[in-house]
């Protein structure tokens, strides 16, 4: 006869209460030997393929190998609004004194009128950094375009961004001007933003305007205005370091932002998506960050592996004064020993970057230039209640609370404006 397997046939094995423990153990044992048990954190969980997003076109990939994790019509010509400006910085940082001050004239930082800018004043003057911090976290075509005629005006700044695209190998990039605004046969790529990102975190003030979330900014007549970034990404994602967004007519949504986890920092790009591209970039990032060096590469990126941006130098405390010992009031002085005091060097801070021009979702709704969103096309997926696309969900009103009472009435006459 043969017995059916099954719980009811097993044997029943007393074992004295002695020798349970290590009976147990034993049993632990030789089920890892076999592979049978794991122990939390032996084994990294499976990763599969990447997640289906809601764009046109998206590049993942490793910042300092420059291996393409993930791809999805990389090549393909779109418009590149705002995140154009990522050229524009790697271009133009090198090349501009951020301690240099300037007192501009209306010509020189005139912007299109439909734009979004950060309201600069002739008369005022302004730092290359305030420029440069209002470029990133306002999006300000009108602080590109000052940035533009301090490096010889629009012209010879095309030029040097055609060169610098060419010389980093992103061949997919047609330069017409420094801002990003919709121009016929103004085109770049997913490949070639994620090329311009990668040179750009590698020079430590591009990695250090990117993560702000917020600035001050010079206003008439001595006032200070405070700039406030949009980009959900920024604010809730963690680890997240910005970068920059974009929105206008033809480019509808675009985003490129970066993120560092457990000392991997990966890079997205995502073009032509929908009002609810910071939810796509937050599914593909948390794919992203857990596939980074599990996965074979789907091709590179040019420029090799290099080391990432150098730090901000750790400042160095001054050390205190030895404090003269002091005697004690007795007929026969003993002094103190003399102390000491010292304490850990400072870290240096690096503050998180936002890229304004990302529009949050409660402001790309609507557009004062007759833009009409993209419909939503959300996937279906479930996001994981620990990974970063489960914080989005409150992003728009993080946004919306975060700007300060002092900075609304500005942020209220832009909110519309094109990216």
């Given amino acids: 006869m043969i017995a059916h397997q099954g719980a009811d046939t097993v044997p029943h094995v007393a074992v004295s209460p002695r020798f349970r423990a290590p009976v147990l153990l034993a049993a632990v044992v030789a089920a890892l030997a076999v592979g049978v048990v794991e122990m939390p954190g032996s084994r990294a969980a499976s990763v599969g393929s990447a997640p289906s997003v809601?764009?046109?076109?998206?590049?993942?990939?490793?910042?300092?190998?420059?291996?393409?994790?993930?791809?999805?019509?990389?090549?393909?010509?779109?418009?590149?609004?705002?995140?154009?400006?990522?050229?524009?910085?790697?271009?133009?940082?090198?090349?501009?004194?951020?301690?240099?001050?300037?007192?501009?004239?209306?010509?020189?930082?005139?912007?299109?009128?439909?734009?979004?800018?950060?309201g600069m004043t002739a008369g005022v003057t302004y730092s290359i950094a305030d420029l440069w911090r209002a470029t990133f976290v306002e999006s300000a075509n009108d602080a590109v375009a000052e940035l533009a005629h301090l490096s010889g005006g629009l012209s010879a700044t095309v030029a040097a961004m055609r060169q610098e695209a060419r010389s980093l190998g992103a061949h997919d990039t047609t330069v017409l001007d420094a801002d990003g605004y919709d121009q016929d046969g103004q085109l770049t790529s997913a490949y070639d933003l994620a090329i311009f990102a990668r040179a750009g975190l590698r020079l430590p003030a591009f990695r250090a305007y990117c993560d702000l979330k917020q600035t001050t900014f010079p206003g008439p007549k001595g006032t200070t205005l405070t700039l406030v970034?949009?980009?959900?990404?920024?604010?809730?994602?963690?680890?997240?370091?910005?970068?920059?967004?974009?929105?206008?007519?033809?480019?509808?949504?675009?985003?490129?932002?970066?993120?560092?986890?457990?000392?991997?920092?990966?890079?997205e790009t995502l073009m032509l998506g929908g009002t609810d591209v910071f939810d796509q970039a937050a599914r593909l990032m948390d794919w992203g960050l857990q596939a980074d060096g599990k996965v074979k590469p789907d091709g590179m990126l040019p420029g090799g592996s290099k080391p990432s941006a150098a730090p901000p130098p750790t400042p160095t405390p001054s050390p205190k004064p030895t404090p003269t010992p002091t005697p004690t009031p007795v007929p026969t002085p003993i002094p103190t020993p003399p102390w000491t005091s010292t304490?850990?060097?400072?870290?240096?801070?690096?503050?998180?970057?936002g890229s304004q021009q990302a529009v949050t979702l409660a402001f790309s709704v609507t557009d004062a230039g007759g833009y009409s969103p993209l419909p939503s096309r959300r996937s279906q997926a479930t996001a994981s209640p620990w990974s970063g696309a489960a914080?989005?969900?409150?992003?728009?009103?993080?946004?919306?609370?975060?700007?300060?009472?002092?900075?609304?009435?500005?942020?209220?006459?832009?909110?519309?404006?094109?990216?």
């Fill in 54 to 118: 809601d764009v046109a076109s998206y590049v993942v990939a490793d910042y300092a190998t420059g291996q393409i994790l993930a791809e999805q019509s990389p090549h393909r010509e779109l418009y590149p609004a705002s995140t154009l400006k990522v050229l524009t910085a790697d271009t133009l940082i090198p090349r501009l004194d951020p301690a240099r001050t300037v007192t501009p004239k209306a010509a020189d930082f005139a912007a299109e009128p439909d734009g979004s800018v950060v």
């Fill in 229 to 267: 970034g949009h980009d959900p990404m920024i604010k809730s994602y963690p680890g997240m370091i910005g970068i920059k967004g974009g929105l206008t007519t033809k480019a509808g949504h675009t985003y490129v932002g970066a993120a560092t986890r457990d000392g991997h920092t990966v890079i």
């Fill in 343 to 353: 304490r850990a060097p400072l870290r240096a801070i690096t503050p998180q970057p």
């Fill in 391 to 419: 914080w989005m969900g409150t992003a728009a009103a993080v946004a919306a609370l975060a700007v300060p009472l002092g900075a609304h009435s500005a942020h209220r006459t832009r909110r519309g404006r094109r990216r």
